[in-house]
């Protein structure tokens, strides 16, 4: 069967799934434990070098890589263009993976000068033993901002959501395409670094913290009421 590898908490992994359950594609998932993970995802993709990231979707086919890929291949296996025209779903991914970049640099930056963050990071351990690891804890968190560094811009997830907010205004239908699709699932995981939802799988409440943006949460209560109205999309019985 199908098998997704991702990080429960990862706004990429929740597009990935969302677009594989709207899609009715049957997976396995498996998560991912960064940096003790590692090597054996890369032994899975038989990549020893260069950057190895997730979600990573392993198919009968081959490997997907990334949640735009896995979107595009969840619409091949359902055979129809219930996600939408991806073409046209490009332009508004690439705002929310600018965005999204952004906002993991901020969150990454936010653990590791947490350290009640830095303790959840680690399995469970002897509580004596935690601050003793946190210097190790805190340079992996460190090496971690240092690999999409170069992704970051100030103020580019402020930029996206003001963009999601200038395309639902032109739509005017309450979808960025006129109808739901990828390109909502896309942009919506813009807010999961704003107000993450309650059912996300975080590895605890300091984490959660970190992810939340309370000045962006003042500035963009519309688009958090237009992701909650989105709820009935996420099912794989909803309505296509």
Known sequence: M????????????RKARWALDYCGVAYRYRE?????????????????????????LFTDAGVVRGSF?????????AGDDRLGDFDRIRFWDDISETGLAAARTRVVRAIAANDAALDESLP???SPLMPLLRPITRRAVKALDRKYAHLYGAGNHRD???????GLRDSGTGFLLGRFGYADISLCALLDAVVPEPDTAFPGEAHRHCWRDDALAREFPDLLAWRDGLRPYRSRRASH
């Open 2 to 13: 199908t098998l997704l590898i991702g990080e429960a908490f990862s706004p990429w992994t």
């Open 32 to 56: 991912y434990i960064p940096f003790l993970g590692e090597p054996s995802l890369r032994m899975k993709l038989r990549q020893w070098r260069g950057t190895v990231s997730v979600p990573v």
């Open 69 to 77: 890929g896995i979107a595009r291949h969840a619409a091949r296996v």
């Open 124 to 126: 469970r351990l002897p």
């Open 160 to 166: 996206a959501l003001l963009a999601l907010r200038r």
